[in-house]
């Protein structure tokens, strides 16, 4: 088939559109994911930020309002410094997250690339386009993964450098630390 001249009902250039359409869809689905994953650690970070608050007003109620033990207030300001640490980690993680990437999508320089290939032959045109979306797609396809495991290292990833640790992590000590602090109210 090469060399011969392709008509407008030739295969390749009934095809072309449909397997760009599908190059467009797969790639329009990875940059998709990567707002996913981007709103969830924002929103993660967020949460667990106002929870640090709430725990930090919930033992301030308890140190001011009650006469405390020097122990109890000591134990409590080290699981609010035990928390905040937790909360920079995963601030850290949820960073690594949100981090912008340098995916390289269609740019000047890939449209003029196009422009000049436009004219060449359908399927040697066909062939250029795929291999471009293709390798847009493994691009962002390796960046989501990036992005997946710094988000939740249970995809995989058993590092203690993930958001969804220190999430958990912040929430388990805040729920410690109000219970203690109302515990020592009632001491």
């Known amino acids: 088939m090469q060399g011969l001249p392709v008509t407008n009902d030739s295969p390749a250039s009934q095809n072309l559109p449909i397997v760009l359409d599908e190059a467009r869809a797969a790639v329009e689905a990875e940059w998709q994911l990567a707002n996913r994953l981007d709103e969830k650690a924002r929103g993660?970070?967020?949460?667990?930020?106002?929870?640090?608050?709430?725990?930090?007003?919930?033992?301030?109620?308890?140190?001011?309002?009650?006469?405390?033990?020097?122990?109890?207030?000591?134990?409590?300001?080290?699981?609010?410094?035990?928390?905040?640490?937790?909360?920079?980690?995963?601030?850290?993680?949820?960073?690594?997250?949100?981090?912008?990437?340098?995916?390289?999508?269609?740019?000047?320089?890939?449209?003029?690339?196009?422009?000049?290939d436009a004219n060449a032959e359908t399927v040697a045109f066909a062939s250029k386009a795929v291999d471009f979306y293709a390798t847009i797609l493994g691009q962002a396809r390796n960046a989501n993964a990036e992005r997946a495991n710094a988000f939740d290292d249970g995809l995989g990833n058993k590092s203690y450098s993930s958001a969804m640790f220190w999430w958990w992590r912040v929430l388990g000590l805040g729920l410690v630390e109000i219970a203690l602090a109302l515990l020592a109210q009632v001491h």
């Open 44 to 116: 993660q970070a967020t949460l667990a930020g106002a929870w640090f608050a709430v725990t930090q007003a919930i033992v301030a109620a308890a140190v001011v309002g009650a006469h405390l033990h020097k122990g109890w207030i000591y134990g409590l300001a080290a699981g609010l410094a035990l928390q905040a640490v937790c909360l920079v980690r995963l601030l850290a993680a949820s960073a690594r997250v949100w981090t912008l990437r340098t995916e390289r999508g269609v740019g000047v320089e890939s449209l003029r690339a196009m422009q000049a």
